[in-house]
C-alpha cells in the first residue's frame, strides 16, 4: 500500500509564508506527476500546482507568481512554497501523486491522495 502524509499547514497571516510537504511511502516502484489540490470553505476541490517527474510544472493561474512547487525524486516528496498568502488561499490542501506501485496483487500506476492539510490566512 502507498501513503501519503502532508505537513506544514497552519495558521498565518495575510502576506505571510508557509511550506508544504508530502512524502510518499509504501511499496512504491516509482512516482509519475505528483500536485496540490485543495478545497476552500464550501467549494469543490480545485488543482493549485503539478509537476512532473522531469520537473515540468502547472500552476492555477490564481496562485501563479506567489506559489512555487518542487519535488525531492530520491525523498517521492513534493513541496509547495507559499508565499503573499492571501485569506482566499485559506483551505484543506491535498497532495496526489501517480504512483506505480502493486495493489491487490496488479502492477500498475494508481492515483493516491493524502488526508490534507488546513491552511488558514487570517489577521
Known amino acids: 500500500q502507498v501513503q501519503l502524509v502532508e505537513s506544514g499547514g497552519g495558521l498565518v497571516q495575510p502576506g505571510g509564508s508557509l511550506r508544504l510537504s508530502c512524502a510518499a511511502s509504501?511499496?512504491?516502484?516509482?512516482?509519475?506527476?505528483m500536485g496540490w489540490y485543495r478545497q476552500p470553505p464550501g467549494k469543490q476541490r480545485e488543482a493549485v500546482a503539478t509537476?512532473?517527474?522531469?520537473?515540468?510544472?502547472n500552476y492555477a493561474d490564481s496562485v501563479k507568481g506567489r506559489f512555487a512547487i518542487s519535488r525531492d525524486n530520491a525523498k517521492n516528496t513534493v513541496y509547495l512554497q507559499m508565499n503573499s498568502l492571501k485569506p482566499e488561499d485559506t483551505a484543506v490542501y491535498y497532495c496526489?501523486?501517480?504512483?506505480?506501485?502493486?495493489?491487490?496483487?496488479?502492477?500498475?500506476?494508481?492515483?493516491?491522495w493524502g488526508p490534507g492539510t488546513q491552511v488558514t490566512v487570517s489577521s
Open positions: 496526489n501523486a501517480d504512483a506505480v506501485s502493486r495493489r491487490s496483487g496488479v502492477y500498475g500506476s494508481y492515483n493516491y
Open positions: 509537476i512532473t517527474s522531469g520537473g515540468s510544472t
Open positions: 509504501g511499496r512504491i516502484f516509482s512516482v509519475n506527476a
